[in-house]
């Protein structure tokens, strides 16, 4: 049975103020909700509230443990209309769930972009730039989530007037260039630094057997920005290493049909099913795996802000390497059975067969003694 750490009410109410924050004041202020969970079904379909201060709808969405992070929310724009106007001393990255439009982007010195987006265009919003998203269908709403680092900013400085109309361009984070959101980029190992991904569902992707199963992996600079994210892809019939990591990520299905397992050290998994549009938000050094049930190869995109970054002394993320030399990562060896064996039930009922015996053995062939 896991445990949630639960303590009598007493204890509780010693802390209760501490779980206050500018940041959740802000948020109620705005209307808005949190919802306080670590897996929604589907964000196209998560219930939003007027956002009158946008003009749009939305909601909140991230589980304690990122609220001195970063956080997501979801945002819709009306049919043939338009947010207001909005510029901020916080990094935003937006990954568009349905609809099309465009939005807008200038600076104080008069330089101006616009570029269009479609449902999976990814992009980014450079530091303190005016922008404002304009929906390009009269007849449907636009939908688009969203992962900032708000949270530690707004409650550094508890004042909103300030993170949100101070008058100061970054001209090293976005200077007017006309080709700022062209979707380019230079590759820099797994990195690719761009500010516009015009198709994530469809990026190509770069080999990362270190994850696992044979899957494709890359990541993202964005707008210059301290905010990361990544996209990993795994084959039909296959699962990526279990592995755990700090706070923040958002995970966000793109494609695929499957589940993941969830749990913190030394207690039982919690299964979370997914598809296309699906949340998953693991706390704090919870273990966490991915599985591909589906037809079709699995994709998704995770937002994260690294703030206590769990790297080794090389830079090397603590969640790809092996828990036999002090990282973070299971090895397949070491794995419990029931991995696979629920695994394998959860294949037969598409009438698939595992796919995992070339990644089991590959492992073995550079697998560190056990310590």
Not at 80 to 105: N, Y
Not at 223 to 247: C, D, E, L, W
Not at 266 to 274: A, L, T, V
Request: charged residues 25%.
């Amino acid at each position: 049975m896991a445990k949630d750490a639960l303590v009598q009410d007493e204890l509780a109410a010693k802390f209760a103020t501490e779980k206050d924050s500018p940041y959740t004041r802000w948020v109620a202020a705005e209307g808005l909700d949190i919802i306080a969970a670590h897996y929604v079904p589907d964000l196209r379909t998560v219930e939003l509230k007027p956002w009158a201060r946008r003009g749009g709808r939305g909601v909140f969405i991230n589980h304690e443990a990122t609220r001195t992070s970063n956080d997501c929310y979801v945002c819709e724009i009306p049919a043939g209309g338009k947010l207001a106007p909005q510029r901020q001393l916080f990094e935003e990255m937006i990954l568009v769930l349905d609809g099309q439009g465009s939005t807008k982007v200038w600076n104080d010195a008069g330089a101006e972009v616009t570029f269009e987006w479609q449902a999976g265009s990814l992009f980014a919003i450079p530091l303190n730039a005016h922008h404002q998203h304009f929906n390009g269908s009269g007849l449907k709403s636009a939908r688009f989530v969203s992962s900032t680092n708000l949270p530690p900013i707004l409650n550094l400085y508890d004042d909103a007037d300030f993170v949100f109309n101070t008058p100061k361009d970054f001209p090293n984070r976005f200077d007017g260039e006309p080709d700022y959101f062209s979707p380019k980029g230079e590759q820099k190992g797994l990195l690719l630094d761009t500010n516009f991904v015009a198709d994530a569902a469809n990026l190509p992707l770069i080999e990362a057997k270190e994850r696992g199963a044979g899957g494709g992996h890359i990541r993202f600079a964005m707008a210059k920005g301290s905010m990361n994210s990544h996209i990993s892809q795994f084959p039909v019939g296959t699962y990526k290493k279990g592995h755990r990591h700090g706070p923040g990520a958002h995970v966000i299905i793109l494609t695929g049909t499957g589940y993941s397992l969830m749990w913190p050290e030394g207690e039982e998994p919690r299964r979370y099913e997914w598809g296309p549009g699906s949340l998953i938000v693991p706390p704090n050094m919870w273990f966490h795996q991915h599985f591909n049930v589906g037809l079709e190869p699995a994709r998704y995109l995770a937002f994260k802000h690294e703030v206590v970054s769990v790297r080794n002394a090389q830079g090397v993320p603590k969640a790809w390497i092996s828990q036999r030399v002090g990282g973070d990562q299971i090895d397949y060896a070491d794995e419990s059975p029931y991995v696979r064996e629920t695994f394998r039930e959860a294949l037969a009922k598409y009438g698939i067969e595992p796919r995992m015996d070339a990644a089991y053995a590959a492992e073995l062939e550079t697998l560190p003694p056990k310590p």
